[in-house]
T-cell receptor, first 114, second 109 residues
Framework: IAGITQAPTSQILAAGRRMTLRCTQDMRHNAMYWYRQDLGLGLRLIHY???????GKGEVPDGYSVSRANTDDFPLTLASAVPSQTSVYFC?????????????FGPGTRLTVL | GQNIDQPTEMTATEGAIVQINCTYQ??????LFWYQQHAGEAPTFLSYNVLDGLEEKGRFSSFLSRSKGYSYLLLKELQMKDSASYLC??????????WGAGTKLIIKP
C-alpha cells in the first residue's frame, strides 16, 4: 500500500441499507477526514479525526458516523442510506489536524443510492 | 459565513498563460491551498500560501493577498495535460479547509 486506499471504488445501494466505506492510510498520519463532492459544490467535510480515538463533526455530518480505532483506518458508515447521499466520497489524511498541514486524498468512492 | 468564490470554467490555448482567481471569507485564516483534480480522480496538492506574495513552483505560481482575501493560481506554458479542475481552499481558525466549487480549465490546441 502506498498512500491512501478506499474501498469500494463504486457502489450502488438501495435506500435504507447500511453501508460502510473503508479508508486506510500507510503514512502514519495523525489526522484523517471524510469529504463528499457533489457537482457544482465544493468538497464538504463530513467527519474528521485529529488522532486515533477521537472524532469530530464537520459541515455535513447528519446520516453518517465514523470511528478511529487505530491510526491507519477511518471507516465511514451510512446507517440507513438515502438518495441525497448519492455522491463521490473522498478520504484524506494529514500529518496533523491542528496546524496547516497538506491533506492527501484517496481515490474516492462513487456511491449511488436508489 | 464562510465562502470561497472562483470561476466555474475557463478556456485557454496550449502554450499560453492563464490566471485562476479565488476570493475567500473565513472565520480566521491559516493559509490558502490550491489543488488540481483531473476528471474522475482525487485532488492533488499544488501549492500553499500563508504570507502575502507570489510563490513560484515550476510552471505554476500562486499569489496571496490577505488584506484583500484574494489568491490566484498562474499556469504558464499550458499543456494539454493541464486540462483539469483547480480547487481553491482556505484554512480557517480551526484548521479546517473551506473549499471552492472548483474552476474547470479547458485547454485547446
Amino acid at each position: 500500500i502506498a498512500g491512501i486506499t478506499q474501498a469500494p471504488t463504486s457502489q450502488i445501494l438501495a435506500a435504507g441499507r447500511r453501508m460502510t466505506l473503508r479508508c486506510t492510510q500507510d503514512m502514519r498520519h495523525n489526522a484523517m477526514y471524510w469529504y463528499r463532492q457533489d457537482l457544482g459544490l465544493g468538497l464538504r467535510l463530513i467527519h474528521y479525526s485529529n488522532t486515533a480515538g477521537t472524532t469530530g463533526k464537520g459541515e455535513v455530518p447528519d446520516g453518517y458516523s465514523v470511528s478511529r480505532a487505530n491510526t491507519d483506518d477511518f471507516p465511514l458508515t451510512l446507517a440507513s442510506a438515502v438518495p441525497s447521499q448519492t455522491s463521490v466520497y473522498f478520504c484524506a489524511s494529514s500529518d496533523s489536524g491542528g496546524r496547516a498541514d497538506t491533506q492527501y486524498f484517496g481515490p474516492g468512492t462513487r456511491l449511488t443510492v436508489l | 459565513g464562510q465562502n470561497i468564490d472562483q470561476p466555474t470554467e475557463m478556456t485557454a490555448t496550449e502554450g499560453a498563460i492563464v490566471q485562476i482567481n479565488c476570493t475567500y471569507q473565513t472565520s480566521g485564516f491559516n493559509g490558502l491551498f490550491w489543488y488540481q483534480q483531473h476528471a474522475g480522480e482525487a485532488p492533488t496538492f499544488l501549492s500553499y500560501n500563508v504570507l502575502d506574495g507570489l510563490e513560484e513552483k515550476g510552471r505554476f505560481s500562486s499569489f496571496l493577498s490577505r488584506s484583500k482575501g484574494y489568491s490566484y493560481l498562474l499556469l504558464k506554458e499550458l499543456q494539454m495535460k493541464d486540462s483539469a479542475s483547480y480547487l481553491c481552499a482556505a484554512m480557517d481558525s480551526n484548521y479546517q479547509l473551506i473549499w471552492g466549487a472548483g474552476t474547470k480549465l479547458i485547454i485547446k490546441p
